[in-house]
């Protein structure tokens, strides 16, 4: 609790839009992240998918911690449990292929996704794998990713991919009831 009470002395005379441009800066200025920078889709990709983070995923990724991104061998990505300081998601060529693509929302809603493995602290907490994948599905939606996740779901026809969509059809309906948008 006293983290918390730190952490909102230390944000509570910053302006939201300061608090994103720090982030943005400190992440773009990161030599690890020099790639993404590189190629301009990705770079579009990127900048998209940040500007569609909520404040509190930014200070969440911001404060004390170094959200790392990397190229790596495999299929689409993955989130690493934070160590040492770091948050890192992998990111496979099926994965960059799609940032880089003339619509890369399916890409930006992969990471989304990722990112809210990050932040609901999955690993931390020892979340339940299909539960994890539903809390990080709902992240990505109020991201404004759900027509995309939609999509990747329904092209991927299994049990966990449809119990996933379910979960995630009950938030959409949920959070227009509600009149969130």
């Known amino acids: 609790m006293l983290d918390l009470f730190t952490r909102?002395?230390?944000?509570?005379?910053?302006?939201?839009?300061?608090?994103?441009?720090?982030?943005?800066r400190t992440?773009?200025?990161?030599?690890?992240?020099?790639?993404?920078?590189?190629d301009k889709y990705v770079s579009r990709a990127f900048k998209e998918l940040l500007g569609a983070l909520p404040i509190s995923a930014i200070e969440f990724l911001h404060r004390g911690k170094k959200?790392?991104?990397?190229?790596?061998?495999?299929?689409?990505?993955?989130?690493?449990a934070p160590y040492h300081g770091h948050f890192t998601i992998i990111i496979f060529p099926d994965l960059l292929k799609l940032l880089r693509s003339a619509n890369s929302r399916i890409g930006e809603?992969?990471?989304?996704?990722?990112?809210?493995?990050?932040?609901?602290?999955?690993?931390?907490?020892?979340?339940?794998?299909?539960?994890?994948?539903?809390?990080?599905?709902r992240f990505a939606y109020d991201c404004g990713y759900g027509a995309e996740l939609e999509e990747?779901?329904?092209?991927?026809?299994?049990?966990?991919?449809s119990t996933r969509l379910t979960y995630l059809t009950g938030h959409h309906y949920a959070t227009k009831r509600s009149g969130v948008t």
């Not at 992969?110 to 931390?124: F, M, N, R, V």
């Open 67 to 80: 959200l790392s991104i990397v190229k790596a061998n495999g299929i689409m990505s993955c989130a690493l």
């Open 109 to 137: 809603a992969i990471l989304a996704h990722e990112i809210g493995h990050l932040y609901s602290e999955h690993a931390k907490r020892g979340t339940d794998p299909l539960w994890a994948q539903v809390e990080a599905d």
């Open 8 to 24: 909102f002395l230390k944000t509570s005379n910053e302006s939201t839009q300061d608090i994103k441009s720090d982030f943005f």
């Open 27 to 38: 992440f773009f200025e990161d030599s690890l992240h020099h790639w993404i920078l590189e």
């Open 152 to 161: 990747i779901l329904l092209d991927n026809p299994c049990l966990e991919s």
